[in-house]
Each structure stands twice: as C-alpha cells, then as structure tokens.
C-alpha cells in the first residue's frame, strides 16, 4: 500500500461497500472527469493515493470496498493513526443497511485507535431521488447510524452528514467543508476574508483550489449553493478563457514565460444582475473569487479598491502559508485599509 507522509499531509480516507461511487468522485473531483465518462470505471482492487497542496499538502487515499482492513497482516492501526478525516460513502439508491453496519464497526475502531479523526458520511447518487425521497434516506440513515454507534458505545461520537451527486456541486460543497476541518488556520483566513469584505464592496468571497474547485475557506456569511456554483463556474471559464492565448513574444522570439514572466490568472466579469464577479490568482494554486454589488458607485473605483485589497490579503496569505506551522495567536496580523 502506498503511504503518506503524516508529518507534511493531511490524510482523507474514503471509504464504503463496493460499487458506492468512491471511484468516481476521485475521478470527478481531482481529474476533471465529467460525470457521465465515470459509467465505464472499473471497480477499484488496490487502494490508490491523490495528492493536491493548497494551505496544506493533503492525500486522499481510496480503499477498495472488499478490502479487508482488519486481516492480521493488514495494518490498520497505522492507517487510521495517520487520518485526519475517515470520509465513508453509502449509495442512497442501494439498500444501505449493511452499508451502515460496516461504518458502524470501521467508526468503532477507528475511534478507538485515533479519538480526534473527523466522521463524514456522503449520501451519495441522490441525484435519482426526489426531494422528499432524500430527506426521508438522510434522516433514516442519521437515525439508523446513530442507533447502531449507541449499540457500540459510540453515542458521543461526532458524525457529519452530507447528500451527494457527482452530477451537481454538492460533492465539491461536502469535499470543501471536510477539507476545511483539516486546516488549522481555517479561522485566521475567515477573519481575513471578513476584514476583505469590510472594506470592500464585497457580498460573499471564496479561496478556491483551482483544480479542484474546492474552496478551502470563505468568510463567516452563510454558504449559498447557487453562489457557490456561479463561483466554481467562473474559475473553469477563467481558466479555459487562459488556455485559449499564448504567451506574447518579444523581439528576440522568447515569450513571457521563458523570462520568467507568468502571466497571473485574473478575470472580471458582470452578472446579468449587475453583480461584478472577480478572480485573483493567489498561491499555491489558489483562487480568490469574490461577488461585488457596485450599488452605484463607478465599476471602476470599486475594481480599483478590491485590487488593493486583494493585494494586502495575497500578502497576507503568503505569511499564513509561511507560518503554517505556528498557532493561529501567534501568526502576524495585517489589516486591510
């Protein structure tokens, strides 16, 4: 089995019964695959590893579901010491309660080896269910697999619930909210991106993965998923709109790159509504995505200060990513102007 540097990664572990769809959110979230290419997955036999670094270097290792975990020469307890988040996927449209007698027994053990380890669950392919139907599976499944830890002792265990489809955003919404557990300045950047709306014309601001479309952190204001999906939209136009030109040439025939000169992703953009929507390339493969209600003020002073602003907080982030490994009280704070 492949194995991650528990020092310098966060470990995800995504697990479930076969044929739940574990290979196909790998695919669909970290490759770019489209959802209706995952039809044709072969189902997974070895466990496999994904790597992306954003604030932190994260590892998502996905563990086939006949794998027996628990066989004598299979070491469990060394896996489960080093994982951050234990990510368990049950097929909504399945019969899931063998699905929940695995998680219970696979939660038992993996509490007991590493008590902080984050539970969630994704209630997955509920893209096929009506609206009713998916509340009627979340509440059964919660009710079902709060009765079975109760059985095991387990009641004061902490199990987050999340209903997921390939064919919409809810898995990159339900990966953003694992992630964001999993990254100890998450409060430091929320204090930052509500300095940055302060003192902007800013409604509601995200700091995306670019390849992922995760999005690490946003400020304190409620998530809508609507916004969200305009957002992570904006980032794979942005992107393809900067594949489409090439790198300028000077006069000796060496283009922008090869002197070191990387053309920075930025793009500005108005909604039908009026609402500017703006991206900022940051670090480490990072976005900052923002809506901007003018309100009728000039486009152009409000582009102006979000410019400057957005200047202070990619500085801002870069002493958060070089003092990663202090406490969030001990990081030095800057103030946006």
């Keep these: 089995m492949e194995s991650a540097d528990v020092d310098s990664k966060a470990m995800v572990l995504l697990m479930g019964l076969r044929r739940c769809g574990k290979s196909s959110i790998c695919k669909v979230v970290f490759h770019n695959m489209q959802p209706l290419d995952t ?37 469990s307890e060394r896996l489960f010491r080093s994982v951050g988040a234990l990510v368990y996927v049950i097929d909504s449209q399945d019969e899931y309660m063998n699905a ?10 993996a509490h007991k080896v590493n008590p902080s380890i984050n539970i969630e669950v994704l209630i997955h392919k509920v893209d096929g269910l009506s609206e009713d139907f998916k509340v009627d599976a979340q509440r059964d499944i919660m009710q079902r697999t709060g009765e079975e830890l109760l ?14 489809s390939i064919f919409d955003h809810s898995i990159y919404e339900a990966f953003s909210r694992i992630v964001q557990k999993l990254i100890p300045e998450l409060t430091y950047l929320e204090n930052m991106l509500d300095n940055l709306i302060q003192h902007s014309k800013i409604d509601k601001v995200f700091l995306f993965d670019i390849n992922s479309k995760i999005y690490v952190s946003t400020d304190s204001n409620p998530v809508d998923i609507q916004t969200y999906e305009v957002c992570a939209e904006f980032v794979d136009l942005t992107i393809d709109l900067y594949d489409l030109y090439k790198n300028t040439l000077d006069s ?3 283009n922008d790159q090869e002197q070191g000169n990387v053309r920075e992703l930025k793009n500005v953009s108005e909604l039908g509504n009026g609402v500017l929507i703006y991206l900022r390339q940051m670090i480490r493969g990072l976005a900052l995505v923002a ?27 870069e002493g958060v990513w070089a003092n990663s490994r202090l406490k969030p009280q001990e990081q030095p704070n800057q103030q946006i102007e």
């Design 100 to 109: 929940i007698t695995n998680l219970a027994m696979i939660i038992e053990y």
């Design 39 to 75: 039809l044709y997955l072969e189902s997974t036999s070895n466990p496999s590893m994904e790597h992306f670094s954003t604030l932190i270097d994260l590892a998502v290792m996905e563990l086939p579901g006949q794998l027996n975990y628990f066989e004598p020469s299979y070491d």
């Design 291 to 317: 809506l901007i209600r003018p309100n009728g003020a000039d486009v152009e002073s409000c582009l102006t200060i979000a410019d400057y602003n957005v200047d202070i907080f990619k500085k801002g982030l």
């Design 252 to 254: 000796k025939g060496t």
């Design 151 to 164: 059985e095991l002792g387990l009641d004061g265990v902490q199990v987050s619930f999340y209903l997921t």
